[in-house]
Protein backbone atom coordinates (compact mmCIF):
# COMPACT_ATOMS: atom_id res chain seq x y z
CA UNK A 1 0.00 0.00 0.00
CA UNK A 2 2.90 2.31 0.76
CA UNK A 3 4.48 1.91 -2.48
CA UNK A 4 0.37 2.32 -4.53
CA UNK A 5 0.76 5.62 -2.66
CA UNK A 6 3.88 6.89 -3.32
CA UNK A 7 3.35 6.12 -6.73
CA UNK A 8 0.05 7.75 -6.61
CA UNK A 9 1.19 11.06 -4.70
CA UNK A 10 4.13 10.81 -7.39
CA UNK A 11 1.96 10.76 -10.89
CA UNK A 12 -0.31 13.52 -9.27
CA UNK A 13 3.09 15.73 -8.84
CA UNK A 14 3.77 15.31 -12.37
CA UNK A 15 0.61 16.23 -13.61
CA UNK A 16 0.53 19.19 -11.35
CA UNK A 17 3.71 20.25 -12.35
CA UNK A 18 2.18 20.03 -16.37
CA UNK A 19 1.86 23.99 -17.10
CA UNK A 20 -0.95 23.20 -19.68
CA UNK A 21 -3.19 22.23 -16.90
CA UNK A 22 -2.97 25.35 -15.60
CA UNK A 23 -3.20 27.30 -18.35
CA UNK A 24 -6.14 24.91 -19.03
CA UNK A 25 -7.60 25.91 -15.61
CA UNK A 26 -7.09 29.63 -15.75
CA UNK A 27 -8.92 29.53 -19.49
CA UNK A 28 -11.52 27.78 -17.63
CA UNK A 29 -11.84 29.96 -14.49
CA UNK A 30 -11.90 33.23 -16.68
CA UNK A 31 -14.52 31.49 -19.44
CA UNK A 32 -17.09 30.50 -15.86
CA UNK A 33 -16.65 33.95 -14.65
CA UNK A 34 -17.85 35.34 -18.33
CA UNK A 35 -20.34 32.51 -18.84
CA UNK A 36 -21.82 33.39 -15.32
CA UNK A 37 -21.19 37.25 -15.38
CA UNK A 38 -24.98 37.55 -14.14
CA UNK A 39 -24.95 35.46 -11.39
CA UNK A 40 -21.73 37.29 -10.04
CA UNK A 41 -22.77 40.82 -10.72
CA UNK A 42 -23.01 41.62 -7.25
CA UNK A 43 -18.83 41.09 -7.17
CA UNK A 44 -16.66 43.67 -8.14
CA UNK A 45 -15.01 43.71 -11.25
CA UNK A 46 -16.54 40.03 -11.74
CA UNK A 47 -19.87 40.95 -12.88
CA UNK A 48 -18.24 43.54 -15.93
CA UNK A 49 -16.51 40.18 -17.16
CA UNK A 50 -18.84 39.35 -20.40
CA UNK A 51 -17.80 38.27 -23.69
CA UNK A 52 -20.61 38.55 -25.79
CA UNK A 53 -21.40 42.00 -24.39
CA UNK A 54 -18.11 43.12 -25.47
CA UNK A 55 -18.49 41.33 -29.06
CA UNK A 56 -21.86 43.01 -28.91
CA UNK A 57 -23.83 39.44 -28.77
CA UNK A 58 -26.72 38.60 -27.49
CA UNK A 59 -26.85 35.01 -27.26
CA UNK A 60 -24.30 33.06 -24.66
CA UNK A 61 -23.24 30.84 -27.75
CA UNK A 62 -19.75 31.85 -28.05
CA UNK A 63 -18.07 30.44 -24.41
CA UNK A 64 -20.08 27.25 -24.81
CA UNK A 65 -17.96 27.27 -28.09
CA UNK A 66 -15.16 28.22 -26.00
CA UNK A 67 -15.87 25.76 -23.11
CA UNK A 68 -15.52 22.69 -25.97
CA UNK A 69 -12.25 24.26 -27.48
CA UNK A 70 -11.15 24.22 -23.72
CA UNK A 71 -11.95 20.64 -23.44
CA UNK A 72 -10.35 19.86 -26.43
CA UNK A 73 -7.37 21.42 -25.32
CA UNK A 74 -7.06 19.63 -21.66
CA UNK A 75 -7.49 16.55 -23.54
CA UNK A 76 -4.68 16.78 -26.14
CA UNK A 77 -2.72 18.11 -23.35
CA UNK A 78 -3.30 16.52 -20.08
CA UNK A 79 -4.86 13.45 -20.62
CA UNK A 80 -8.06 12.03 -20.42
CA UNK A 81 -8.15 12.72 -16.28
CA UNK A 82 -7.95 16.20 -16.99
CA UNK A 83 -9.76 16.48 -19.90
CA UNK A 84 -12.62 14.25 -17.76
CA UNK A 85 -12.17 17.50 -14.98
CA UNK A 86 -12.10 20.12 -16.97
CA UNK A 87 -15.42 18.35 -18.84
CA UNK A 88 -17.44 17.94 -15.68
CA UNK A 89 -16.37 21.35 -14.81
CA UNK A 90 -17.61 22.75 -18.22
CA UNK A 91 -20.31 20.91 -17.83
CA UNK A 92 -21.78 22.14 -14.56
CA UNK A 93 -20.94 26.05 -15.27
CA UNK A 94 -22.71 25.68 -18.76
CA UNK A 95 -26.03 23.77 -17.38
CA UNK A 96 -25.96 26.05 -14.52
CA UNK A 97 -26.55 29.14 -16.60
CA UNK A 98 -29.04 27.00 -18.84
CA UNK A 99 -30.75 26.25 -15.40
CA UNK A 100 -30.88 29.51 -13.63
CA UNK A 101 -30.17 32.07 -15.86
CA UNK A 102 -30.33 31.62 -20.05
CA UNK A 103 -34.33 32.89 -21.25
CA UNK A 104 -33.70 30.41 -23.83
CA UNK A 105 -33.60 27.40 -22.19
CA UNK A 106 -34.53 25.15 -24.41
CA UNK A 107 -31.83 26.57 -26.80
CA UNK A 108 -28.83 26.37 -24.16
CA UNK A 109 -29.54 22.97 -22.65
CA UNK A 110 -29.14 21.83 -26.87
CA UNK A 111 -25.97 23.86 -27.30
CA UNK A 112 -24.46 22.71 -23.84
CA UNK A 113 -25.45 18.92 -24.33
CA UNK A 114 -24.02 19.14 -27.90
CA UNK A 115 -20.93 21.13 -27.23
CA UNK A 116 -20.37 18.46 -24.10
CA UNK A 117 -20.85 15.67 -26.52
CA UNK A 118 -18.65 16.52 -29.32
CA UNK A 119 -16.53 17.05 -26.32
CA UNK A 120 -16.82 13.97 -25.02
CA UNK A 121 -16.30 12.16 -28.62
CA UNK A 122 -13.20 14.26 -29.64
CA UNK A 123 -11.70 13.65 -25.79
CA UNK A 124 -12.56 9.81 -26.47
CA UNK A 125 -10.92 10.00 -29.64
CA UNK A 126 -7.27 11.51 -28.22
CA UNK A 127 -7.15 9.05 -25.68
CA UNK A 128 -7.84 6.03 -27.75
CA UNK A 129 -5.01 8.44 -30.20
CA UNK A 130 -2.64 8.75 -27.55
CA UNK A 131 -3.31 4.77 -26.17
CA UNK A 132 -2.35 3.99 -29.77
CA UNK A 133 0.90 5.78 -29.74
CA UNK A 134 1.80 4.45 -26.35
CA UNK A 135 1.35 1.22 -27.44
CA UNK A 136 2.86 1.89 -30.73
CA UNK A 137 6.32 3.05 -28.83
CA UNK A 138 6.04 -0.07 -26.78
CA UNK A 139 5.40 -1.96 -29.79
CA UNK A 140 9.16 -0.24 -31.63
CA UNK A 141 10.32 -0.57 -28.02
CA UNK A 142 9.89 -4.25 -28.09
CA UNK A 143 11.12 -4.75 -31.62
CA UNK A 144 13.96 -3.02 -30.81
CA UNK A 145 14.68 -5.00 -28.06
CA UNK A 146 13.92 -7.97 -29.94
CA UNK A 147 16.51 -6.96 -32.61
CA UNK A 148 18.79 -6.51 -30.01
CA UNK A 149 18.22 -9.39 -28.85
CA UNK A 150 18.47 -11.02 -31.81
CA UNK A 151 21.66 -9.89 -33.38
CA UNK A 152 23.17 -10.81 -29.74
CA UNK A 153 22.35 -14.47 -30.05
CA UNK A 154 23.37 -14.19 -33.66
CA UNK A 155 26.67 -13.16 -32.84
CA UNK A 156 26.72 -15.89 -29.40
CA UNK A 157 26.09 -18.30 -31.99
CA UNK A 158 28.92 -17.06 -34.66
CA UNK A 159 30.87 -16.74 -32.26
CA UNK A 160 30.47 -19.77 -29.80
CA UNK A 161 33.90 -21.86 -29.20
CA UNK A 162 31.76 -24.61 -29.83
CA UNK A 163 30.53 -26.25 -33.39
CA UNK A 164 26.76 -25.37 -33.46
CA UNK A 165 24.93 -26.46 -36.68
CA UNK A 166 21.47 -27.36 -37.49
CA UNK A 167 20.46 -29.74 -39.86
CA UNK A 168 16.49 -30.56 -41.43
CA UNK A 169 14.87 -33.76 -40.59
CA UNK A 170 16.71 -35.07 -43.64
CA UNK A 171 20.30 -34.16 -42.81
CA UNK A 172 20.62 -31.43 -44.54
CA UNK A 173 22.27 -28.75 -42.73
CA UNK A 174 20.57 -25.39 -42.63
CA UNK A 175 22.64 -23.00 -40.26
CA UNK A 176 25.92 -23.29 -38.98
CA UNK A 177 28.56 -21.05 -37.35
CA UNK A 178 32.50 -20.27 -37.90
CA UNK A 179 33.76 -23.47 -35.41
CA UNK A 180 32.16 -26.04 -37.29
CA UNK A 181 34.82 -24.46 -39.91
CA UNK A 182 37.34 -25.37 -37.79
CA UNK A 183 35.42 -28.90 -36.71
CA UNK A 184 35.11 -30.40 -40.65
CA UNK A 185 37.61 -28.57 -42.00
CA UNK A 186 34.72 -27.27 -44.89
CA UNK A 187 34.35 -23.63 -45.34
CA UNK A 188 31.77 -22.19 -43.19
CA UNK A 189 29.58 -20.71 -46.65
CA UNK A 190 29.85 -24.72 -48.16
CA UNK A 191 28.20 -26.23 -45.06
CA UNK A 192 24.55 -25.15 -45.61
CA UNK A 193 23.11 -27.79 -48.25
CA UNK A 194 25.28 -30.74 -47.00
CA UNK A 195 24.19 -33.73 -45.50
CA UNK A 196 25.58 -34.89 -42.18
CA UNK A 197 25.98 -38.46 -43.24
CA UNK A 198 29.30 -36.94 -45.34
CA UNK A 199 30.75 -36.07 -42.04
CA UNK A 200 30.06 -38.75 -39.69
CA UNK A 201 31.87 -42.51 -39.83
CA UNK A 202 30.17 -45.42 -41.22
CA UNK A 203 30.51 -47.12 -37.91
CA UNK A 204 29.32 -44.20 -36.19
CA UNK A 205 25.85 -43.93 -37.65
CA UNK A 206 24.15 -46.19 -36.20
CA UNK A 207 24.62 -44.26 -32.96
CA UNK A 208 23.17 -41.44 -34.74
CA UNK A 209 20.32 -43.14 -36.25
CA UNK A 210 19.52 -44.28 -32.40
CA UNK A 211 20.04 -40.65 -30.97
CA UNK A 212 17.62 -39.42 -33.88
CA UNK A 213 14.77 -42.05 -32.76
CA UNK A 214 15.29 -41.21 -29.25
CA UNK A 215 14.35 -37.85 -29.36
CA UNK A 216 11.67 -38.76 -32.08
CA UNK A 217 9.89 -40.67 -29.27
CA UNK A 218 10.28 -37.50 -26.82
CA UNK A 219 13.39 -39.12 -24.57
CA UNK A 220 15.51 -36.18 -24.27
CA UNK A 221 19.60 -36.73 -24.09
CA UNK A 222 20.20 -35.65 -20.86
CA UNK A 223 24.06 -36.03 -21.45
CA UNK A 224 26.89 -35.90 -24.21
CA UNK A 225 27.62 -38.29 -26.29
CA UNK A 226 30.90 -39.28 -28.62
CA UNK A 227 30.86 -39.79 -32.19
CA UNK A 228 33.57 -39.79 -34.65
CA UNK A 229 33.78 -37.31 -37.58
CA UNK A 230 35.27 -37.52 -41.26
CA UNK A 231 36.92 -34.03 -41.69
CA UNK A 232 37.19 -32.55 -44.90
CA UNK A 233 40.55 -33.77 -45.67
CA UNK A 234 39.46 -37.64 -44.49
CA UNK A 235 41.24 -37.44 -41.10
CA UNK A 236 38.61 -38.41 -38.25
CA UNK A 237 38.56 -36.70 -35.43
CA UNK A 238 35.99 -37.31 -32.27
CA UNK A 239 34.01 -34.94 -30.71
CA UNK A 240 31.25 -34.75 -27.87
CA UNK A 241 27.94 -33.86 -29.33
CA UNK A 242 25.17 -32.75 -27.44
CA UNK A 243 21.43 -32.83 -29.58
CA UNK A 244 17.90 -31.64 -29.22
CA UNK A 245 14.22 -32.27 -31.32
CA UNK A 246 13.44 -28.33 -33.00
CA UNK A 247 9.76 -28.57 -32.41
CA UNK A 248 6.96 -26.24 -34.12
CA UNK A 249 3.61 -26.38 -34.18
CA UNK A 250 4.02 -29.61 -32.15
CA UNK A 251 6.08 -31.16 -35.07
CA UNK A 252 8.68 -31.67 -35.41
CA UNK A 253 11.09 -29.53 -37.66
CA UNK A 254 15.17 -29.67 -37.55
CA UNK A 255 17.82 -31.10 -34.77
CA UNK A 256 20.27 -28.94 -33.53
CA UNK A 257 23.72 -29.54 -32.02
CA UNK A 258 26.40 -28.47 -30.33
CA UNK A 259 29.70 -30.42 -30.28
CA UNK A 260 33.17 -30.19 -29.27
CA UNK A 261 36.71 -31.86 -30.55
CA UNK A 262 38.05 -33.88 -28.02
CA UNK A 263 40.14 -35.67 -30.33
CA UNK A 264 43.61 -34.59 -28.67
CA UNK A 265 42.07 -35.11 -24.85
CA UNK A 266 41.05 -38.73 -26.28
CA UNK A 267 44.60 -39.31 -27.64
CA UNK A 268 46.01 -37.88 -24.67
CA UNK A 269 44.08 -39.77 -22.06
CA UNK A 270 44.89 -42.76 -23.83
CA UNK A 271 48.35 -42.16 -24.25
CA UNK A 272 48.72 -41.42 -20.24
CA UNK A 273 46.69 -44.45 -20.01
CA UNK A 274 49.08 -46.86 -21.89
CA UNK A 275 52.05 -44.90 -20.49
CA UNK A 276 50.15 -45.19 -16.63
CA UNK A 277 50.11 -49.25 -18.06
CA UNK A 278 54.46 -49.22 -19.06
CA UNK A 279 55.42 -47.32 -15.74
CA UNK A 280 53.67 -49.53 -13.48
CA UNK A 281 55.36 -52.96 -15.62
CA UNK A 282 58.38 -51.20 -15.41
CA UNK A 283 58.19 -50.57 -11.80
CA UNK A 284 57.35 -54.19 -11.19
CA UNK A 285 60.38 -54.42 -13.27
CA UNK A 286 62.57 -52.92 -11.37
CA UNK A 287 61.19 -54.60 -7.88
CA UNK A 288 62.58 -57.36 -9.92
CA UNK A 289 65.53 -56.64 -10.85
CA UNK A 290 66.43 -55.29 -7.86
CA UNK A 291 65.11 -58.24 -5.86
CA UNK A 292 67.57 -60.55 -8.41
CA UNK A 293 70.76 -58.20 -7.89
CA UNK A 294 69.81 -58.25 -4.08
CA UNK A 295 69.71 -62.03 -4.33
CA UNK A 296 72.43 -62.77 -6.26
CA UNK A 297 75.01 -59.89 -5.28
CA UNK A 298 74.60 -58.66 -1.49
CA UNK A 299 73.05 -61.57 -0.45
CA UNK A 300 75.45 -63.77 -1.36
CA UNK A 301 77.99 -61.62 -0.22
CA UNK A 302 76.12 -61.64 3.55
CA UNK A 303 76.23 -65.43 3.04
CA UNK A 304 79.76 -65.69 2.62
CA UNK A 305 80.56 -63.50 5.49
CA UNK A 306 78.67 -65.34 7.95
CA UNK A 307 80.37 -68.69 6.73
CA UNK A 308 83.85 -67.48 6.77
CA UNK A 309 82.72 -66.25 10.16
CA UNK A 310 81.93 -69.70 10.93
CA UNK A 311 84.99 -71.15 9.69
CA UNK A 312 87.43 -68.62 11.68
CA UNK A 313 85.27 -69.58 15.21
CA UNK A 314 85.70 -73.18 14.34
CA UNK A 315 89.44 -73.07 13.56
CA UNK A 316 90.16 -70.21 15.74
CA UNK A 317 92.12 -72.31 18.29
CA UNK A 318 94.05 -74.36 15.78
CA UNK A 319 95.00 -71.29 13.68
CA UNK A 320 98.09 -69.37 14.07
CA UNK A 321 97.72 -65.36 14.92
CA UNK A 322 98.92 -64.72 11.36
CA UNK A 323 96.35 -66.80 9.86
CA UNK A 324 93.74 -65.35 11.91
CA UNK A 325 94.82 -61.51 10.67
CA UNK A 326 94.66 -63.25 7.17
CA UNK A 327 91.31 -64.55 7.42
CA UNK A 328 89.81 -61.23 9.39
CA UNK A 329 91.90 -59.24 5.97
CA UNK A 330 89.50 -61.23 3.71
CA UNK A 331 86.57 -60.23 6.20
CA UNK A 332 86.74 -56.83 5.73
CA UNK A 333 87.10 -56.84 2.04
CA UNK A 334 84.87 -59.30 1.80
CA UNK A 335 82.10 -56.42 4.20
CA UNK A 336 83.57 -53.43 2.14
CA UNK A 337 82.65 -54.88 -1.13
CA UNK A 338 79.27 -56.16 1.03
CA UNK A 339 78.87 -52.12 2.11
CA UNK A 340 79.70 -50.50 -1.38
CA UNK A 341 77.14 -52.32 -3.45
CA UNK A 342 74.71 -51.34 -0.78
CA UNK A 343 75.48 -47.62 -0.99
CA UNK A 344 75.23 -48.32 -4.50
CA UNK A 345 71.50 -49.53 -4.55
CA UNK A 346 70.98 -46.93 -2.07
CA UNK A 347 72.80 -43.88 -4.04
CA UNK A 348 70.69 -45.41 -7.29
CA UNK A 349 67.20 -45.19 -5.59
CA UNK A 350 68.30 -41.44 -4.32
CA UNK A 351 71.55 -39.93 -4.12
CA UNK A 352 71.78 -38.30 -0.60
CA UNK A 353 73.86 -35.73 -2.14
CA UNK A 354 70.98 -34.71 -3.13
CA UNK A 355 69.53 -33.72 0.09
CA UNK A 356 73.16 -32.76 2.00
CA UNK A 357 74.42 -30.04 -0.74
CA UNK A 358 71.61 -29.33 -2.85
CA UNK A 359 71.06 -29.61 -6.31
CA UNK A 360 74.36 -27.86 -8.09
CA UNK A 361 76.70 -30.48 -6.45
CA UNK A 362 74.20 -33.21 -6.99
CA UNK A 363 74.06 -32.60 -10.85
CA UNK A 364 77.51 -32.46 -10.85
CA UNK A 365 78.38 -35.35 -9.03
CA UNK A 366 76.13 -37.20 -11.78
CA UNK A 367 77.73 -35.84 -14.87
CA UNK A 368 80.92 -37.55 -13.17
CA UNK A 369 79.31 -41.00 -12.82
CA UNK A 370 77.85 -40.70 -16.45
CA UNK A 371 80.80 -39.76 -17.70
CA UNK A 372 83.07 -42.38 -15.69
CA UNK A 373 80.29 -45.25 -16.71
CA UNK A 374 79.80 -44.35 -20.38
CA UNK A 375 82.82 -42.60 -21.14
CA UNK A 376 80.70 -39.34 -22.75
CA UNK A 377 82.29 -36.00 -22.31
CA UNK A 378 79.40 -34.60 -19.96
CA UNK A 379 80.03 -30.57 -19.46
CA UNK A 380 78.48 -28.85 -17.07
CA UNK A 381 77.39 -24.83 -16.47
CA UNK A 382 75.40 -23.73 -13.67
CA UNK A 383 74.19 -20.36 -12.85
CA UNK A 384 73.34 -19.61 -9.21
CA UNK A 385 70.80 -21.21 -8.15
CA UNK A 386 68.13 -19.99 -5.41
CA UNK A 387 66.92 -22.09 -2.82
CA UNK A 388 64.18 -25.25 -4.27
CA UNK A 389 61.62 -26.95 -2.78
CA UNK A 390 62.78 -30.57 -1.98
CA UNK A 391 60.32 -31.62 -4.99
CA UNK A 392 61.68 -29.06 -7.46
CA UNK A 393 64.89 -30.56 -6.81
CA UNK A 394 64.05 -33.92 -7.16
CA UNK A 395 62.41 -33.48 -10.59
CA UNK A 396 65.18 -31.73 -11.94
CA UNK A 397 67.66 -34.03 -10.94
CA UNK A 398 65.74 -37.03 -12.01
CA UNK A 399 64.88 -35.14 -15.49
CA UNK A 400 68.86 -34.57 -15.91
CA UNK A 401 69.23 -38.50 -14.94
CA UNK A 402 66.94 -39.75 -17.18
CA UNK A 403 67.93 -37.06 -20.23
CA UNK A 404 71.65 -38.14 -19.38
CA UNK A 405 70.75 -42.23 -19.47
CA UNK A 406 68.94 -41.62 -22.48
CA UNK A 407 72.10 -40.09 -24.52
CA UNK A 408 74.33 -42.68 -23.25
CA UNK A 409 72.23 -45.52 -24.22
CA UNK A 410 69.91 -44.43 -26.89
CA UNK A 411 71.73 -41.66 -28.90
CA UNK A 412 75.40 -42.53 -29.19
CA UNK A 413 76.12 -39.67 -28.34
CA UNK A 414 80.10 -38.50 -27.59
CA UNK A 415 79.27 -35.23 -26.27
CA UNK A 416 77.07 -33.80 -23.70
CA UNK A 417 75.77 -30.12 -22.29
CA UNK A 418 73.89 -29.63 -19.19
CA UNK A 419 73.00 -25.55 -18.55
CA UNK A 420 71.11 -24.11 -15.16
CA UNK A 421 70.15 -20.72 -16.12
CA UNK A 422 67.98 -18.83 -13.31
CA UNK A 423 66.41 -15.99 -15.06
CA UNK A 424 63.26 -13.89 -12.56
CA UNK A 425 61.11 -16.55 -11.42
CA UNK A 426 62.24 -19.49 -13.45
CA UNK A 427 65.12 -22.14 -13.44
CA UNK A 428 65.85 -23.45 -16.72
CA UNK A 429 67.55 -26.55 -17.28
CA UNK A 430 68.86 -27.74 -20.75
CA UNK A 431 70.63 -31.32 -21.49
CA UNK A 432 72.39 -31.13 -25.20
CA UNK A 433 73.69 -34.26 -26.83
CA UNK A 434 75.38 -34.61 -30.47
CA UNK A 435 74.10 -38.28 -31.02
CA UNK A 436 71.76 -39.59 -33.63
CA UNK A 437 68.41 -38.04 -32.34
CA UNK A 438 65.16 -38.84 -33.48
CA UNK A 439 61.34 -37.49 -35.26
CA UNK A 440 59.29 -35.77 -33.23
CA UNK A 441 55.94 -36.78 -32.54
CA UNK A 442 53.21 -34.02 -33.08
CA UNK A 443 52.73 -34.26 -29.09
CA UNK A 444 54.18 -34.68 -26.54
CA UNK A 445 52.03 -37.00 -25.44
CA UNK A 446 52.48 -39.16 -27.98
CA UNK A 447 56.00 -40.32 -26.70
CA UNK A 448 54.62 -43.07 -24.76
CA UNK A 449 53.30 -44.81 -28.05
CA UNK A 450 56.35 -45.04 -29.45
CA UNK A 451 58.38 -46.62 -26.03
CA UNK A 452 59.99 -43.23 -25.44
CA UNK A 453 58.47 -43.34 -21.83
CA UNK A 454 61.47 -41.44 -20.47
CA UNK A 455 60.45 -38.46 -22.31
CA UNK A 456 57.12 -38.97 -21.56
CA UNK A 457 57.72 -39.20 -17.72
CA UNK A 458 59.74 -36.03 -17.76
CA UNK A 459 56.81 -34.21 -19.20
CA UNK A 460 54.53 -35.81 -16.24
CA UNK A 461 57.16 -34.62 -13.86
CA UNK A 462 57.44 -31.35 -14.89
CA UNK A 463 53.47 -30.81 -14.41
CA UNK A 464 53.75 -31.67 -10.88
CA UNK A 465 55.71 -28.15 -10.47
CA UNK A 466 54.35 -26.47 -12.38
CA UNK A 467 57.04 -26.40 -15.12
CA UNK A 468 57.23 -27.35 -18.69
CA UNK A 469 59.17 -29.28 -20.91
CA UNK A 470 60.58 -29.06 -24.57
CA UNK A 471 62.29 -31.19 -27.28
CA UNK A 472 63.97 -30.84 -30.04
CA UNK A 473 65.02 -32.95 -31.94
CA UNK A 474 65.58 -34.15 -36.07
CA UNK A 475 67.21 -37.79 -37.13
CA UNK A 476 71.25 -37.07 -36.89
CA UNK A 477 71.48 -33.92 -35.37
CA UNK A 478 71.12 -34.74 -31.78
CA UNK A 479 68.42 -33.84 -29.03
CA UNK A 480 68.19 -30.69 -26.78
CA UNK A 481 65.32 -31.18 -23.78
CA UNK A 482 64.31 -28.08 -21.95
CA UNK A 483 62.75 -27.92 -18.84
CA UNK A 484 61.44 -24.87 -16.95
CA UNK A 485 60.25 -24.58 -13.59
CA UNK A 486 59.32 -22.39 -11.29
CA UNK A 487 61.53 -21.24 -8.35
CA UNK A 488 58.53 -20.04 -6.10
CA UNK A 489 55.64 -22.05 -6.49
CA UNK A 490 55.75 -23.12 -2.88
CA UNK A 491 56.04 -19.51 -1.88
Given at each position: ?RTG?F??Y ?16 VL ?11 L?S??P ?16 S ?6 L??M??A ?17 S ?9 S ?5 A??E ?6 IA ?7 A?Y ?10 E??R??AE????K ?13 V????G?I?L ?5 E??T??P ?10 E ?8 L ?5 DR ?13 R?I???G??AIM ?6 I ?31 Q????Q ?14 T?Q ?17 S ?12 L???S?Q ?8 A????P ?17 E???L ?5 Q????E ?22 A??H ?9 VEC???ALT?TV ?19 G?L?L ?8 L ?5 R ?14 A ?6
Amino acid sequence: MRTGHFREYRTGGAALANPHLWIAAVLFVFLTIAHLTELLSAIPFLGDISLPATLGLSRHSLERFFYLLLMLYAGWTVGLVGAAVIWLSSASAMLLRAFLVSPQFRDAILESLASLAIAALAVALMATYHQNKRQQGRLEKARHDAELVRRKYEELFADASDAVWVHDMEGKITLANRACEELTGCPVSELPGRNVREFITPEARPLAREVRDRLLRGQAMEHRYEQRLIKEDGSEAIMQVATRLIVSDGRPQAFQNMARDVTEERRLQDNLQFYLRQILQAQEEERRRLSRELHDDTSQQVLLLTHRVDKIAARAESCSPQELLDELAKLYDLSEQTYQGIKHYAQALRPRILDDLGLVSALRWLAEEIQSLSGMQVQVQIDEVPPLSPETKLVLFRIVQEALNNAHRHSGASEVGVTVECREDALTVTVTDNGSGFELPTQLSDFARRGKLGLTGMAERARLIGGEVRVNSAPGQGTTIVVKAPTRLYE
